[in-house]
């Protein structure tokens, strides 16, 4: 789908997205980095469920929006791969908030 037009001398690192394990150009938008990997489904919509993956790549659709290292709500476009990081796809709304918190507003 993506090529890279300068691979060479490129430092890669590696990241995980669910099951699989990826290598990955160091220095991408984590979005460019799957997508160059091969990775097509990065969430579903809240409303319908249908698959979306990255349309912008600068901050402003939020369906690049994936898991990152357990924080939901992360647009992949906006943040740098780094070595070792845990992605997962994201359904739906991610609840924000912890359970107390929940309790304090529910008065
Ligand atoms: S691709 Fe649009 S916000 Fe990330």
Redesign the pocket.
């Known amino acids: 789908m993506f090529i890279s037009l300068n691979d060479d001398q490129v430092e890669m690192v590696t990241v995980f997205f669910e099951d699989r394990e990826l290598s990955v150009r160091k220095g991408l938008p984590i979005?460019a980095a799957l997508l160059e990997a091969g990775v097509a489904h990065f969430r579903n919509a809240p409303v319908t469920g249908a698959a979306r993956a990255?349309?912008?790549?600068?901050?402003?659709?939020?369906?690049?929006?994936l898991i990152i290292d357990g924080m939901p709500n992360q647009?992949?476009?906006?943040v740098e791969v780094r070595d070792g990081m845990r992605l997962a796809r994201q359904s739906g709304l991610a609840d924000v908030m912890s359970g107390s918190d929940k309790e304090q507003l529910s008065i």
Do not use: E, N, R, W
Not at 54 to 65: L, Q, R, S
């Open positions: 979005a990255p349309f912008c790549m600068m901050g402003i659709c939020f369906d690049c929006v647009q992949s476009c906006m």
